[in-house]
């Protein structure tokens, strides 16, 4: 079965791939990525895919511009290669949260690159738990939608007494993300009122709900420049809460996040391999949990044709 199954990394999260590769019991196999003296992108499939099962990992992260570029030529290199199937694996689809037309004369680029990926060949995409559900409506192709949520929910169940726990809810947008959180562990949730000022300025307000005293767990999808995590820890500071967790999936750490966030009260931070994390930016707070088993069975069952959602049932 696994030899007309097969695996490229586009380049952003090669151990992720790997660990998929080695999951399945297969090798990673070979691409060539490199660029011109123009500073064009070159890519070249470097063994036959001819009627192969084809997946490629590649999440979009800094510089995202040249990881979707490199992934789109990927694509169109391995259609004109003839793969009998085409999946573009994207674990973290950082064009999830251009989703809406918010401002006048503005793309919604969310759906523009969905556009993109079908058009440079992909015949279907498997992702990893998108920053809005809407998102799902821009593909014109089949998309699996895995999910981190059990994983770390797990690990917390496991390392924390819940019996004094409450999830929070970064903003109301959050909240029926941090509701499937708060429901598998079984206990209470409480809600943040936020106003998002710019990209990287938010101000919140008060917390709903009761979290004085509590080991409170923040969840959230994303980790990006870390301002909303740090007005959340300001606004839980002032209600009174014992200590703070938080969960995330995707492990973004732009701008000033590594920076604040070592400082920062918080305990522990557990986020997912979806993104790859440099050492420079690793920090001791920062708990990294694989999601490698999760995405390789998933392919598995794409490439056997059973249900995917099946993985969490």
């Known amino acids: 079965m696994n030899d007309t199954l097969k695996v490229f990394s586009s380049g952003s999260n090669t151990a992720l791939a790997k660990e998929i590769c080695d999951n399945i019991g297969i090798p990673l196999s070979q691409i060539e990525i490199s660029r011109f003296s123009n500073d064009n992108l070159f890519v070249q499939i470097q063994e036959s895919v001819r009627e192969k099962d084809v997946f490629v990992v590649q999440s979009f992260t800094h510089p995202v511009s040249d990881h979707i570029m490199s992934l789109l030529l990927t694509l169109d290199a391995l259609r004109s290669a003839s793969a009998r199937r085409i999946t573009a694996v994207i674990p973290y689809y950082s064009y999830a949260r251009s989703d809406k037309k918010d401002a006048p004369r503005i793309s919604i680029a ?27 409506g821009f593909f014109s192709l089949p998309v699996d939608h895995l999910t981190a949520v059990p994983t770390i929910c797990d690990y917390f169940a496991g390392s924390l007494d819940l019996s ?8 109301a947008g959050g909240a029926k993300r941090a509701g499937k959180f708060a429901e598998r562990l079984k206990i209470s949730m409480a809600i943040i009122d936020k106003r998002r000022i710019s990209d ?19 969840f959230d999808d994303e980790i990006s420049t870390g301002s909303t995590l740090v007005a959340t ?12 967790y938080v969960g995330a999936t995707h492990p973004v750490l732009c701008g000033n996040a590594v920076k604040n966030l070592k400082t920062s009260p918080i305990t522990e931070i557990v986020v997912s391999n979806t993104v790859h994390i440099p050492k420079e930016k690793q920090f001791p707070k920062l708990k990294v949990l694989s999601m490698g088993s999760l995405f390789s069975q998933a392919i598995l069952r794409i490439h056997t044709g059973e249900s995917v959602s099946a993985l969490f049932q």
């Open 164 to 171: 004094r726990a409450v999830v929070v809810a970064t903003d």
């Open 110 to 136: 969310g759906r523009l690159v969905a556009d993109l990926l079908k058009t440079a060949g992909a015949d279907r995409v498997l992702t990893m738990d998108l920053h809005a559900d809407s998102v799902h």
């Open 233 to 244: 820890i300001q606004t839980l500071e002032r209600a009174g809460v014992r200590k703070i």
């Open 200 to 218: 990287s300025d938010v101000k919140q307000g008060l917390v709903v709900g009761n979290v004085e005293g509590k080991n409170v767990i923040v």
